[in-house]
T-cell receptor, first 115, second 113 residues
Framework: DAGVIQSPRHEVTEMGQEVTLRCKPI?????LFWYRQTMMRGLELLIY????????DSGMPEDRFSAKMPNASFSTLKIQPSEPRDSAVYFC?????????????FGSGTRLTVV | GNSVTQMEGPVTLSEEAFLTINCTYT??????LFWYVQYPGEGLQLLLK?????DKGSNKGFEATYRKETTSFHLEKGSVQVSDSAVYFC????????????FGGGTRLMVKP
């Protein structure tokens, strides 16, 4: 398995532009998570899905952020409009929710810079 | 609720030194425990795990023992290398919480030659 695949690896955009981050989870995993990592705030859970359905989006900073999972093999995180304070590394992770001891598999992340 | 507390970093060691990174947890049930490692520019990777009391997880020379009586899961390595420089995250999950991971704040390890 190729693991969790995120694209792009790096994104530089101007303030006010729309940004879309993409994630392909591991086949068969029924949970998908979006995290944001910054030096100031560490690792923050933004939203997670179970069987393509958003379960908890309480970590989404504001209405400028939205996430979708149209099918079991694809998810997007969109920021519109983007602001400099959105600059961070965004990680996607997937997992199976059954049994004990199943951790998450993380993607390599998307480093977003908003100028 | 559940929580994980790790020692604050950075931890700076010389090559071949002994490493301990402390981790303690609070859980409402009987969690599984994990250590993740994040190398520079990469995502988090599962380093080791333990699913029941007194289990020892081990990988790449790292070890951690699930201590229910002290609610701890300290990470140890007998002889660190420069390549071990990374950020280490302790985490727990509980089946009755949908196996959601609760992460500690991370501890940065710097190993000098």
């Amino acid at each position: 398995d190729a693991g969790v695949i995120q694209s792009p690896r790096h994104e530089v955009t101007e303030m006010g532009q729309e940004v879309t981050l993409r994630c392909k989870p591991i086949s068969g995993h029924d949970y998908l998570f979006w995290y944001r990592q910054t030096m100031m705030r560490g690792l923050e859970l933004l939203i997670y899905f179970n069987n393509n359905v958003p379960i908890d989006d309480s970590g989404m900073p504001e209405d400028r952020f939205s996430a979708k999972m149209p099918n079991a093999s694809f998810s997007t995180l969109k920021i519109q409009p983007s602001e400099p304070r959105d600059s961070a590394v965004y990680f996607c992770a997937s997992s199976t929710g059954t049994g004990r001891g199943y951790g998450y598999t993380f993607g390599s992340g998307t480093r977003l810079t908003v100028v | 609720g559940n929580s994980v507390t790790q020692m604050e970093g950075p931890v700076t060691l010389s090559e071949e030194a002994f490493l301990t990174i402390n981790c303690t947890y609070t859980a409402t049930g009987y969690p599984s425990l994990f250590w993740y490692v994040q190398y520079p520019g990469e995502g988090l990777q599962l380093l080791l795990k333990a699913t029941k009391a007194d289990d020892k997880g081990s990988n790449k020379g790292f070890e951690a023992t699930y201590r229910k009586e002290t609610t701890s899961f300290h990470l140890e390595k007998g002889s660190v290398q420069v390549s071990d420089s990374a950020v280490y995250f302790c985490a727990l999950s509980e089946k009755n919480a949908g196996n959601m991971l609760t992460f500690g704040g991370g501890t940065r390890l710097m190993v000098k030659p």
